[in-house]
């Protein structure tokens, strides 16, 4: 017997006068284990107020964040051909694909944006894991390709949030192939003298990784983010020796020179803004830099 649920919520719902209680009006810390209330939750940008664990954030809630005063334009990407490959697993590629896009109102994994960070007008090209796993496919390739094109067309910074599992299996080898491209897009962005700035959330892996997210003028690191290729375990098999603590969270790889900031949540804002400043050579516009 669930004493919360088969006791105390019965008791509760019949206190209020709502018709129900939301299942999400708490939320479990993955680190600590602490229930955390959704509401402080949101308040905190999803950071545990108990063990200050960083819960992924919501790709609307990340731009809002990052753009000064959460304004921006979002860019409209080329449509690709789903299911190139006619790939079936489980269940169909087409149906994987239909189902989370009606979850997230998303066509795809990514999201190309244009605004002002800090008063410097800026691109910014945001993986969203609630979608696949945030797996780069063609889709996603093609979004970092259209953000790179926009940037230099602008003359201004370009920015790429990672949250991904890697490549995407259903599409084969057309999916490692935008490992290839993603990194001659941002080569072709740092040809003409604008900055690339790389942020790296939990998680950043597989392909990703080893592309795009890792080839940034400068790297910003969530606290305590995962970031690497294969998977620790794997790692472990493989070499058959006992990895060190904390091995491929962001502190780690700042400790070995892969990463060049690790923040907070509540200090990513202030960073971008004090790096771009810098490789644009502008001062920041102070008074645009509340949130939403």
Not at 46 to 65: A, E, F, G, P, S
Not at 101 to 108: F, I, L, M, Q
Not at 194 to 209: E, K, M, R, Y
């Amino acid at each position: 017997m669930n004493w919360l649920r088969d006791f105390v919520r019965p008791k509760v719902k019949k206190a209020v006068s709502t018709k129900d209680i939301a299942d999400n009006l708490w939320c479990k810390c993955p680190a600590c284990g602490q229930m955390l209330f959704s509401k402080e939750l949101k308040k905190s940008m999803y950071v545990c107020t108990n063990c200050d664990h960083h819960l992924r954030l919501y790709l609307d809630k990340r731009l809002n964040m990052l753009f000064d005063n959460g304004e921006y334009n979002e860019i409209s990407l080329p449509k690709i051909k789903d299911d190139p490959l006619k790939f079936k697993d489980t269940k169909k590629y087409t149906d994987r694909l239909k189902a989370y896009r009606k979850e997230t109102g998303r066509e795809d994994a990514i999201i190309v944006a244009q605004g002002d960070i800090g008063g410097v007008t800026s691109v910014i090209a945001a993986i969203d894991f609630n979608f696949m796993g945030g797996s780069m496919g063609q889709a996603v390739g093609e979004g970092i390709v259209k953000a790179a094109e926009i940037a230099i067309k602008g003359k201004c910074p370009l920015i790429t949030v990672a949250a991904s599992g890697g490549a995407r299996m259903q599409e084969g080898m057309l999916s490692l192939m935008q490992m290839a491209r993603t990194t001659a897009a941002v080569n072709l962005v740092k040809e003409n003298k604008l900055p690339f700035i790389s942020i790296l959330t939990d998680p950043t892996t597989g392909g990703v990784s080893a592309s795009f997210a890792m080839l940034g003028d400068v790297h910003i690191a969530e606290k305590g983010c995962l970031i690497g290729f294969a998977g620790q375990r794997v790692i472990e098999q493989t070499i058959r020796e006992k990895l060190p603590a904390g091995f491929q969270r962001a502190e780690y790889l700042k400790e070995h020179g892969m990463v060049d900031i690790v923040v907070r949540r509540d200090e990513m804002k202030d960073e971008l803004v004090k790096v771009i400043s810098i490789l644009m050579h502008k001062k920041p516009n102070l008074n645009r830099l509340a949130l939403k």
